[in-house]
């Protein structure tokens, strides 16, 4: 039961930051770099990956 719960919760993960290549692939499209910070937070006692997005006014690396 044990290594269930592990596959189960590694494949919300997985499927959480495939969600985050496309929320970031988007915001790139749109001229800008995004720096995310992926953090674990506990919500009703269950460890949940957690991403914190901030799109900057530029490319990181000075263009336009």
Same mark, same amino acid.
């Given at each position: 039961?044990?290594?269930?719960?592990?596959?189960?919760?590694?494949?919300?993960?997985?499927?959480?930051?495939?969600?985050?290549?496309?929320? /970031?692939? $988007?915001?790139?499209?749109?001229?800008?770099? !995004? @720096?995310?910070? /992926?953090? $674990?937070?506990?919500?009703?006692?269950?460890? !949940? @990956?957690?991403?914190?997005?901030?799109?900057?006014?530029?490319?990181?690396?000075?263009?336009?």
């Amino acid at each position: 039961m044990r290594g269930w719960i592990t596959r189960e919760r590694s494949r919300v993960a997985f499927r959480r930051k495939t969600g985050l290549h496309q929320q /970031l692939d $988007h915001l790139r499209t749109l001229q800008h770099d !995004v @720096i995310c910070d /992926l953090h $674990h937070i506990e919500v009703s006692k269950k460890l !949940v @990956i957690s991403s914190t997005c901030v799109k900057t006014l530029h490319k990181l690396d000075g263009s336009r």
